[in-house]
C-alpha cells in the first residue's frame, strides 16, 4: 500500500488537472461556444462562425485539449485508487473512457460547419439557406452528443466519493497502526531498561 505521502501527492496532481481541466471547460463552453450558436437562427450562427472562423477553430483546438487534459485526470484517479478498490478503479475508468471517446467524435460534427460554409465548389449544388441549415443542425447535434458524454463522464462521481472515502479509511487506519506499532515499541524499549535497572548496575570502584 503507498504510504499517506504519496497518496496525498496522487491526490493533490489529480485535484489540479482537475481543476485545470475545468477552467479550460467553462472558458471553452461558456465564453467561445456561445459567441457563435444563435438558437433558433441558422443564417445568423453561419454569419458568427465566418466572422471569427480563427477563433471558432481555436473553440475546437479548446475541446481537443479540455479532452486531453481529462485523460490524464483519469490516469491520475485510477493510479490513486487502484490499491483501494481495482474492480470499482476499472469501471470508472471504462465509463469515463465512453464520454471521452464520444466526444472525440463530436469534434467532428463541430468542424462540419466550417466545410459546409467553406464555399467549395462540390457544395454548390445546395443553396446558401440549406448550408446554413446543416450547420445549424451538426452544431446542435454536437451539443447534444456532448451533453449525453457529460453525462457518461460525471455520472461515476458518486463511485469517486465512495472510493475516496475508501482511500481516507484505509490511511487513517495505517496511520494509526503504525502510531500503535511504534507506541508499542517505545513500551517495549522503555520496560527492558526498567527490567535491567532493577537487575542493578555493577558497583562502580
Not at 18 to 31: E, K, N, R, T, W
Not at 127 to 134: H, I
Request: one cysteine or more; glycine letters at 8%; proline letters at 4%.
Amino acid at each position: 500500500m503507498p504510504s499517506a505521502t504519496e497518496i496525498r501527492r496522487s491526490a493533490r496532481q489529480a485535484g489540479l488537472l482537475y481543476l485545470a481541466m475545468s477552467i479550460v471547460a467553462m472558458i471553452g463552453y461558456f465564453y467561445v461556444h456561445r459567441l457563435f450558436f444563435v438558437s433558433g437562427d441558422p443564417a445568423a450562427t453561419a454569419r458568427n462562425i465566418l466572422a471569427n472562423e480563427r477563433l471558432y477553430r481555436i473553440s475546437i483546438l479548446i475541446d481537443l485539449v479540455v479532452q486531453l487534459l481529462f485523460i490524464l485526470v483519469v490516469l491520475a484517479l485510477y493510479r490513486l485508487f487502484k490499491e483501494v478498490d481495482p474492480n470499482q478503479t476499472r469501471v470508472m475508468v471504462a465509463l469515463v473512457g465512453t464520454g471521452i471517446a464520444a466526444q472525440f467524435a463530436g469534434f467532428v460534427l463541430n468542424a462540419a460547419p466550417l466545410m459546409l460554409l467553406g464555399g467549395a465548389d462540390y457544395l454548390s449544388v445546395f443553396s446558401r439557406p440549406q448550408l446554413e441549415a446543416l450547420s445549424y443542425a451538426s452544431l446542435n447535434l454536437a451539443g447534444k452528443q456532448g451533453r449525453i458524454s457529460r453525462a457518461r463522464r460525471h455520472g461515476p462521481q458518486a463511485g469517486y466519493a465512495a472510493l475516496l472515502r475508501r482511500v481516507h479509511r484505509r490511511v487513517v487506519a495505517g496511520l494509526r497502526w503504525r502510531e500503535t506499532a511504534h507506541g508499542g515499541r517505545v513500551a517495549s524499549e522503555r520496560k527492558c531498561r526498567a527490567s535491567m535497572r532493577g537487575l542493578g548496575a555493577p558497583p562502580r570502584g
